[in-house]
């Protein structure tokens, strides 16, 4: 076996838990009656994709040090100090890979492991955004069957239509 695949394998551990210490910090940090959120999953998702595409461990790390520097405005989500400990746990733990090539593989893998850390903090946290109203966003369970204004649900084929029995516009009866 090449001794960064050894290298590598022998880091999966390492990498999970400082994936799980830095997520969990991060939930910490914030008030869980807010709808905020440390930073977005879609974020996250996008920091997998830099990965697979990064030839280098330090294109990783700027790439979330750019995202942190953005306003709310500008898209970024990403909270500084969660942006910080990310890079520093994973620069911690791949301190000791012999190649510039191992170390943006196990970025790979934690950015994996921050994602599902993330996708589970967020679900055992509970519903945080809300419409106006004061309604969970997304009720357990999917979309709640909510219907467009001026819907109505037609109980005997189980889909919405118009007041008046007829199928949406564009929709097939």
């Known amino acids: 076996m090449d001794p960064s695949a050894e290298a590598l ?7 999970v838990q400082a994936a ?3 997520m969990e910090e991060a939930f910490k ?3 869980p009656k807010s709808k905020d959120r440390p930073v977005h999953k879609a974020q996250l998702s996008h920091l997998v994709g830099v990965c697979n595409e990064a030839a280098c461990a330090e294109e990783i790390a700027l790439y979330i040090r750019y995202q942190a520097s ?8 990403w909270d500084p100090v969660l942006a910080r400990d990310v890079i520093a746990k994973a ?3 791949m301190s000791d890979l012999p190649t510039d090539d191992a170390k943006v593989a196990a970025w790979r893998l934690y950015a994996v492991y921050l ?3 993330f996708t589970y903090l967020d679900k055992a946290a509970g519903p945080r955004s809300t419409h106006r109203d004061g309604q969970p966003q997304r009720p357990e369970g999917g979309s709640g069957g909510q219907l467009m204004p001026g819907a109505v649900q037609r109980r005997d084929q189980g889909r919405p239509h ?3 029995g007829s199928p ?5 009866r």
Do not use: F, I, S
């Not at 022998?10 to 990498?15: G, N, Q, T």
């Open 9 to 15: 394998r022998l880091k999966r551990k390492a990498l």
């Open 20 to 22: 799980e210490q830095v």
């Open 29 to 31: 940090r914030v008030d």
């Open 70 to 77: 953005r306003g709310k405005g500008d898209g970024g989500v």
């Open 91 to 93: 620069e911690g733990a």
């Open 115 to 117: 994602a599902r850390t």
């Open 162 to 164: 118009r007041r008046d």
């Open 168 to 172: 949406p516009k564009g929709g097939r």
